[in-house]
């Protein structure tokens, strides 16, 4: 499999499941600005929509949307990432899933844009204010949105808290929440991922007395 990624886009969080899952996969990093990939290549000849993520699959078919790559990406290795089909805790995580995608993520969308009126960029943040109180209550009692197991979820939560900081989305009035991005950041997979992309430094060992 190959992930169409740009560093600390949407794209971390298949990105992450990927790393999770132990599954072979390679990465090419997307320009967004220009849509153009490293080479040159335009990236609208790959992915018409012009945005990450992209999975294109072994049999160079192609998957895009943040949520449905994650499901395929769990879905490739049974019980790792995501509960199986038919049962309810699947339909809790895809509960979660499409909360994240339609309450955080698209809620983040105007912050971006230079151009939102500072009253609209306010309105947002007020917006996300009362989703992440709701995210809050469930992670006060319990290390993982689906409880003790990290899950896809998890994936999508942790990309959109790290959004907050350079959008001036204030979470420190929710410590369940700054504790939770370092839980999530000190998992080993994770942290490969955020250093494959440029957004942390590797750990180093030790130095042996």
């Avoid at 994650?70 to 490739?76: F, G, I, K, M, P």
């Amino acid at each position: 499999m190959k992930l169409y990624y740009s560093p600390a886009a949407c794209s971390l969080a298949p990105h992450i499941a990927l790393e999770e899952s132990g599954l072979p996969y390679t990465t090419k990093r997307v320009d967004l600005k220009a849509h153009k990939l490293a080479d040159g290549a335009d990236y609208y000849a790959i992915n018409p929509k012009g945005y990450v993520p992209l999975l294109e699959l072994d049999d160079e078919s192609r998957l895009s949307e943040v949520a449905v790559i994650l499901q395929y990406v769990a879905d490739r290795k049974p019980g790792t990432l995501a509960p199986g089909f038919g049962g309810m805790d699947r339909y809790r995580l895809m509960e979660w899933l499409n909360f994240i995608a339609t309450e955080l993520h698209k809620q983040f969308g105007p912050l971006w844009y230079p151009t939102t009126p500072e009253a609209t960029q306010e309105a947002q943040r007020a917006k996300l204010a009362n989703r992440f109180e709701l995210v809050a209550k469930t992670l006060a009692g319990q290390p993982y949105l689906m409880g003790e197991q990290f899950t896809i979820a998890d994936a999508y939560l942790f990309t959109m808290l790290r959004w907050a900081g350079p959008l001036k989305v204030d979470l420190t009035r929710w410590p369940v929440l700054m504790q939770y991005i370092d839980r999530v950041a000190a998992r080993p997979a994770v942290h490969a991922v955020l250093v494959a992309e440029g957004l942390v430094k590797p750990k180093h060992e030790a130095t042996p007395a």
